[in-house]
Nanobody, 120 residues
Framework: QVQLVESGGGLVQAGGSLRLSCAASGVIFSVNAMGWYRQAAGKQRELVASITSGGSTNYADAVKGRFTISRDNAKNTVSQQMYSPKPEDTAVYYC??????????????WGRGTQVTVSS
C-alpha cells in the first residue's frame, strides 16, 4: 500500500522561510506528477505547485517567485521551499502523487496534510 507522508509544517513568521517535504512509501514503479495543494479555513482546496517526472513545474500565481518545488524521482520525494511566506499562505498543505503505478493499479494518492501557519 502506498502512503504519502508530509513533514516540515509549523509556525513561521512572515518573511521567513519554511520547507515542506513529502515521501511516498511502498512498491512504486513510476509516478507522473507530484506536488502540493492547500486548503485554508473556509476555502476550497487549491493547487500550489506541481512538478512532473521530467522536471516541468507549475505554480499558482499567488506563490510564483516565492515558492520552489523540487523532486527526487529515485526516492519518490517532493519538497517545497517557501520563501517570504505571507499570512494568506496559512493553510493545511497536502502532498499528492498523480498516476502512481503500483503492482495492483495506477491511481492517485494524497497525504494527510500538514498545517502551515504564517504569523504577521
Amino acid at each position: 500500500q502506498v502512503q504519502l507522508v508530509e513533514s516540515g509544517g509549523g509556525l513561521v513568521q512572515a518573511g521567513g522561510s519554511l520547507r515542506l517535504s513529502c515521501a511516498a512509501s511502498g512498491v512504486i514503479f513510476s509516478v507522473n506528477a507530484m506536488g502540493w495543494y492547500r486548503q485554508a479555513a473556509g476555502k476550497q482546496r487549491e493547487l500550489v505547485a506541481s512538478i512532473t517526472s521530467g522536471g516541468s513545474t507549475n505554480y499558482a500565481d499567488a506563490v510564483k517567485g516565492r515558492f520552489t518545488i523540487s523532486r527526487d524521482n529515485a526516492k519518490n520525494t517532493v519538497s517545497q521551499q517557501m520563501y517570504s511566506p505571507k499570512p494568506e499562505d496559512t493553510a493545511v498543505y497536502y502532498c499528492y502523487a498523480d498516476r502512481v503505478r503500483t503492482v495492483i493499479r495506477t491511481t492517485d494518492f494524497w497525504g494527510r496534510g500538514t498545517q502551515v501557519t504564517v504569523s504577521s
